[in-house]
């Protein structure tokens, strides 16, 4: 079973979507009959995820980063490091 596990001071916009499993859909069944990919998000201290953005299994985000509003986010993000775009990039640090 995939695990969100966040940080202190963790600053959320509206709508944001963080989300441990995902279904597969490549598997030629309905969806609905099939299994769910899983992996565990990190999210460490002060971290600020913009309104709407969207945080996919197996995320790291590191201490000080800033998501973007809009942003979809898999894989790493650095610390103090700022991610935007879909799928979201590296664009700045702060």
């Known amino acids: 079973m995939g695990r969100i596990d ?3 001071d963790l600053l959320l916009g509206p709508n944001v979507l963080i989300t441990a499993a995902n279904y597969r859909f490549r598997d030629g069944e309905p969806v609905s ?14 971290v600020w995820i913009g309104f709407g953005a969207i945080v996919l299994p197996g995320t790291v985000i590191e201490a000080g980063a800033v998501i973007a509003a809009g942003a979809v986010v898999r894989g790493h ?7 935007a775009g879909v799928p979201a990039v590296k664009v700045g640090h702060r």
């Not at 009959?33 to 002060?46: H, K, L, P, T």
């Not at 993000?77 to 991610?83: C, D, H, K, L, P």
């Open 6 to 8: 966040v940080g202190d």
């Open 33 to 46: 009959d099939q299994s769910m990919d899983e992996a565990n998000v990190y999210i460490a201290n002060d």
């Open 77 to 83: 993000v650095g610390a103090g490091e700022i991610f």
